[in-house]
């Protein structure tokens, strides 16, 4: 034997002899399995799709967002557990899906992540007619480095030339099995009940929609909207859950925004109405221990027709922020307190 064996084994020996150090009563436990939020899910509408009640809007990637931070973003809400991501062709031309894409290719999340995305609005491939649609879907599953959609919102805010054509080449999107289910976008209360009576001939049924709807902005989802959504068992949703940031709280005064496109939309809030539900959003938060961005969330959640709100978010910390407002339960004079200030 050579020495070098020798001593290797004399070492090992020694470092067998060695005990362990004992663990100080102090030391952080350590987390192990899934996170709590992986436990919560809703159904989403007739999909039978389960998702977490908050799904993560990705139109802020690749503009206000650049990509390492979006992905933070996104392992952040993964951590907290999440799984259902919401993007759109229009977003950045095609820059979010893109960096979702990769995120998903990276991380390996696909099969476990739900993946919503709005087709319609990219200057290629703008409106619904079937050539449109077609070339959408694929171009956006060729950025979204997947070869499904589970949900694909069809974009009709340029309006819906024909509905049966729409309706079918959305047929053939799900039997090729590249969209799981189908929702809509900027469909009227008309055209739900066009689309459902469709349907009824064979036709794939509308069961999601994305309509902007908030606190502040209820003009969106009207009484008609309401009533045929909540009619057809169609689940809802919303998109500006925090009309553009405004109702997080974090922009108080036009000095706190700058002469962007955002900031204008949010100084476009900085009024009256807008001061005052703030004040009630803060003073349930002060009484819950939460943030206003998560009493934004929770009023939402507190509305029959809604099922997971879309938000999207800056950095780690405001999903953290977000997320806590799965958790928050309105009671009924709190709710009736932010109505009387957003009215």
Known sequence: MSRADTDAQQTNA????????????????????????????????????????LMLGGAEFGWNVDLEASHEILDRYCELGGNALHTADGFTGGRSEHIIGEWLRTRGTRDDTVLAVRVGGHPDNPGTDPVN??????????????????????????????????????????????????????????????????????????????????????????????????????????????EHGYLSGRHRTRGDVGRSVRGSQIAGNMNRRGARTLRALDAVGIELA???????????????????????????????????GVGVRLSRMQLAEIARAAA
């Open 290 to 324: 939460v943030p206003t961005a998560a009493v934004a969330v929770g009023w939402l959640l507190a509305q029959r027709a809604i099922t997971a709100p879309i938000v999207n978010a800056y950095a780690p910390d405001h999903v953290e922020e977000l997320v806590q």
């Open 133 to 242: 649609l077609v070339r959408a879907v694929e171009a956006s599953l060729t950025r979204l480095n997947t070869d499904r959609i589970d949900v694909l919102y069809v974009d009709a805010t340029a309006g819906v030339a024909v509905m049966e054509d729409t309706l079918a080449t959305a047929e053939w999107l799900v039997e090729s099995g590249k969209a799981r289910s189908i929702g809509a976008y900027g469909f009227t209360a008309e055209q739900l009940v066009e689309a459902r009576i469709l349907s009824s001939a064979g036709y794939p049924r509308l069961t999601v929609i994305d309509v902007p709807f908030n606190v502040l902005r209820r003009r969106d989802f009207d009484d008609d909207l309401r009533l045929v959504v909540g009619a057809q068992g169609i689940a809802v949703t919303p998109s500006h859950a925090l």
């Open 14 to 53: 020694v470092t067998r002899r060695v005990p362990p150090l004992p663990v100080h009563p102090s030391a952080p436990i350590p987390v192990q399995g899934d996170p709590v939020g992986a436990a919560v899910r809703t159904r989403l509408g007739d999909t039978g799709i389960d998702v977490f009640p």
